[in-house]
């Protein structure tokens, strides 16, 4: 697997190559991080993206930006394969978590969703108690012991953020929460399944203001716990919650999206070493 | 300029007489529906009412059916119905699932759905009569309760899958996504949240198909309801009565009957039809207002 990741690093077009090859060595040490090799998507017989080649640092955010319909959505659910739900997706490439191919044979789409999660854009509560939400994963995984679930139930609550708001309403169906709540009780439910790594797809696009800001100080949270990707289309938020940013662009219908530079946000957002980065994030176009 | 503004305001009236034209229309075709379905009740009700009475429900038919009650009509008819939901429910229910969650979308589902369109509209002696040749002959079951609920449940089924694939995709794409997220396989994720979600639609759908099939007269004439039996049916191998064709024979195979007996079984078939029909309707109404997606 070594070798996989070897030109991994090696093929990072941008960003620090100190960052990249220490957080390749750390690799066996924390789990959770994501390898992309020249990963290219394609619907059918169009190729959507191409090219791709990243790292998805452990414990730490890693932001998705770009247009609309530069495939980073296509891109993020190509990491827990949710994209094998919809006929006619292909991926190729590598990508590898924490070191194993998650497309090659053997590996079980359902095994790696336990140890990848999702947040949603809209908030997709099951339409059950607040208390069976949160506990759908862990007993998806057999867990049936009725003190263990309430403590993975009030830890994910807490690591949500929602405890404080709900602890005495744990019986209460989910949709009388807010549309804020509901989100925070997407995240807790996704993290009852103590994944390594958290994929969020603008999951604050559907919300107010202060949610929005009550989600971006969960994630900031969240981080010391697991390693997040998350798509945004809101720059700001990019720049205020991610440590490190990547920018993909689909130049025209014609031709498939591609990574056009990645690295740490502040760099980023400060000095960005592409043009089209520097013309997109001060919102010259997108 | 005042030719085209009286042209046009003339264009404007024409419309308002259009519109209110229409309304009167489509308002009188309402009436009239409404007016029948009520008309029809109605004299079932008040010609049949009066022959309703704890002994007409829970007797013997008497003196060559001229006298006494239903009570083995009704039972035949509940045994009836029973025995087809248990027959039609899993059957139907899983195809439905299989349909909306399961079933690659390519020519082969395409036809399969057209297929099940077309089996809802055959007409129900086709069905009695594929039922006599089958399940009655071919497979030797004999005219019983077991061929006229397996003829049933070939009547009902297509009204049962289609109510469940309808009621599934009721249900958010979202949900079924939020469940494979969390390491649920398809099949946890249908029983464990789609399907407790489309219950409401399922199980309403499911009891007016069935409604229906209690109704139905010309499968069962063939496949095993009987014109007049002393006891209740003791087995699924046995002939029974049953409401529908009770009716047939009271109206035309029995001379001198009284009208308030004829009456008083439309009475029992209509009403318990639209009793259930309508606990039914409401259960499901009273299931959407709790949850709204």
């Known amino acids: 697997m070594s070798a996989v990741l070897e030109k991994a690093v090696m093929d990072v077009p941008f960003g620090s190559l100190e960052q990249v090859r220490s957080s390749a060595s750390s690799v066996e040490a924390v789990s959770g991080s994501f390898a992309l090799v020249d990963v290219s998507v394609a619907y059918g017989s169009e190729m959507v993206i191409e090219g791709v080649n990243m790292l998805v640092p452990s414990r730490a955010v890693t932001a998705l930006i770009g247009p609309s319909g530069c495939g980073k959505s296509t891109l993020l659910r190509c990491l827990n394969r949710m994209n094998d739900e919809i006929g006619g997706v292909r991926v190729g490439g590598t990508i590898t978590l924490d070191g194993l191919d998650i497309y090659q044979k053997g590996v079980d789409p359902v095994d790696l969703r336990t140890r990848v999660g999702q947040v949603f854009q809209r908030p997709n509560p099951f339409p059950m108690s607040i208390y069976d939400n949160v506990a759908f994963g862990p007993r998806t995984q057999g867990l049936r012991k009725r003190e263990e679930l309430d403590e993975i139930i009030e830890s994910s609550l807490r690591d949500a953020a929602l405890w404080e708001e709900v602890k005495n309403h744990l019986k209460k169906h989910a949709f009388e929460l807010s549309g804020g709540q509901q989100q925070r009780l997407c995240i807790a439910r996704a993290l009852a399944t103590k994944p390594e790594v958290l994929l969020m797809d603008e999951p604050a696009s559907a919300l107010d203001p202060i949610s929005t800001q009550q989600i971006e100080d969960t994630i900031a949270e969240l981080k010391n716990l697991v390693t997040i990707v998350i798509v945004t289309h809101n720059m700001q938020q990019a720049a205020r919650i991610s440590d490190q940013t990547a920018f993909m662009l689909r130049e025209s219908m014609d031709q498939p999206a591609h990574l056009v530079e990645v690295g740490d946000t502040k760099r980023m957002f400060t000095n960005p070493e592409d043009k089209r980065t520097e013309s997109y994030i001060t919102g010259r176009f997108g | 300029m005042t030719a085209p503004m ?14 209110g034209v229409m309304k009167v229309v489509t308002g009188a075709c309402v009436a009239m529906v409404i007016g029948a379905a009520l008309f029809v009740l109605g004299k079932i009700i008040v010609a ?19 006298a006494g009650g239903i009570f083995p009509v009704i039972m035949g008819t509940l045994m009836l119905v029973t025995l087809t939901g248990v027959l039609v429910l899993p059957l139907g229910v899983m195809a439905g699932i299989y349909l909306s969650e399961y ?46 609920a397996l003829t049933l449940t070939c009547l009902t089924l297509p009204v049962i899958i289609t109510t469940t694939e309808e009621a599934l995709r009721q249900i958010p794409a979202d949900l079924r996504q939020a469940a494979l997220a969390l390491g649920a396989t398809r099949w946890r994720a249908i029983s464990k949240v789609v399907l407790p979600a489309a219950a409401p639609g399922i199980v309403t759908g499911s009891i007016l198909g069935l409604s229906r099939a209690a109704g139905e007269t010309a499968p069962i004439l063939v496949t095993g309801a009987a014109f007049f039996l002393p006891k209740l049916p003791d087995s699924v191998t046995s002939q029974y009565m049953s409401l529908p064709y009770h009716l047939y024979v009271l109206a035309t195979q029995v001379p001198n009957v009284p009208p308030e007996i004829t009456w008083g079984t439309a009475f029992v078939l209509v009403v318990g039809v639209s009793i259930v029909s309508m606990f039914a309707a409401a259960w499901r109404s009273a299931q959407r207002k709790k949850v709204k997606w």
């Open chain 2, 103 to 148: 079933a690659p979308k390519n020519l082969m589902t395409r036809i399969v759905r057209l297929s099940i369109a077309n089996m809802a509209g055959v007409p129900s002696i086709v069905y009695g009569l594929f039922g006599l040749a089958v399940f009655v002959l071919l497979m030797q079951i004999g005219k019983s309760l077991l061929a006229s």
């Open chain 2, 48 to 66: 049949g009412l009066p022959g309703i009475s704890l002994e007409f429900l829970f007797s013997k038919p008497g003196m060559g059916m001229r």
């Open chain 2, 6 to 19: 009286s042209n046009r305001t003339g264009r404007a009236r024409r419309a308002r007489v259009v519109e």
